[in-house]
């Protein structure tokens, strides 16, 4: 089922990095926006007279909580015609036209083997939600590893709010990694996204499931690699950004 285009209004704006902004929408006409962790809602953005040139797609940020609020947190891109209209046009008070939710990149249920999300930028968005809903709710779930990557400490998303999901939730794990910094926090490390789950697998051991969301370079070089350990394809699960 296709759901149908609404309006949603937007109550809240937060600089979280530099480039990227988390937004609130509210969607006023019904009680509660129903979605699952992972999915995605379409904006269509007064920016081009196509429509199919106007829709823009961004994961949720936030868990479901049975209110008809949800966040999105989005990255300025130099040139982009959407984002240029997000951060320049919208303010506290306008009104976006959106559908969702929509898509597939949810959590697998029951959890039964060792979840592994592997993102950067702000592809972690709907790994932020999905580790909420699985504190929660009180999810069933072996080791849940959060491994997320970005250029430098300024760029971070989330990263105290899911230090300290780390410490209440038992089992899950959050690991940012930086890959221009030289000096990085106790926990955090320095360089790309790749070797850690490398080691966290024990290089393909242990049975696991991957969730992959993010630059489209990164994603490539990760499905290479988790093939390479000897997982199956099948084990592998991806939502691409750009």
């Not at 829709?55 to 966040?71: K, L, M």
């Not at 105290?160 to 890959?179: Q, V």
């Amino acid at each position: 089922m296709i759901e149908p285009w609404r309006t949603g209004k937007v109550i809240k704006i937060e600089n979280a990095t530099p480039l990227t902004r988390r937004f609130w929408i509210q969607v006023p006409e019904i009680e509660s926006f129903d979605f699952k962790s992972g999915q995605f809602v379409t904006l269509d953005l007064p920016i081009h007279e196509q429509k199919n040139k106007r829709w823009r797609s961004y994961s949720i940020a936030s868990a479901p909580d049975g209110t008809n609020v949800f966040e999105l947190v989005i990255v300025f891109l130099e040139g982009g015609l959407g984002t240029t209209y997000l951060f320049n046009k919208v303010s506290v008070g306008s009104e976006l036209t959106l559908r969702g939710p929509q898509g597939k990149f949810t959590l697998p249920e029951p959890i039964t083997e060792d979840l592994y999300f592997i993102c950067t930028g702000t592809g972690i968005a709907p790994f932020h939600s999905m580790s909420h809903f699985i504190h929660t709710h009180k999810l069933p779930h072996q080791e849940v590893h959060l491994i997320f990557g970005c250029r430098k400490l300024e760029d971070g998303l989330y990263v105290d709010e899911l230090r300290e999901l780390e410490k209440l939730e038992p089992g899950f794990h959050f690991h940012p990694c930086y890959s221009r910094e030289t000096e990085v926090p106790d926990g955090a490390h320095k360089g790309y996204v790749h070797p850690v789950y490398e080691a966290l697998t024990d290089h393909g051991k242990k049975p696991a499931k991957f969730f992959l969301c993010g630059w489209k370079n990164m994603i490539d070089e990760a499905k290479e690699r988790i093939v390479a350990m000897g997982y199956d394809k099948k084990a592998i699960h991806l939502e691409l950004y750009g």
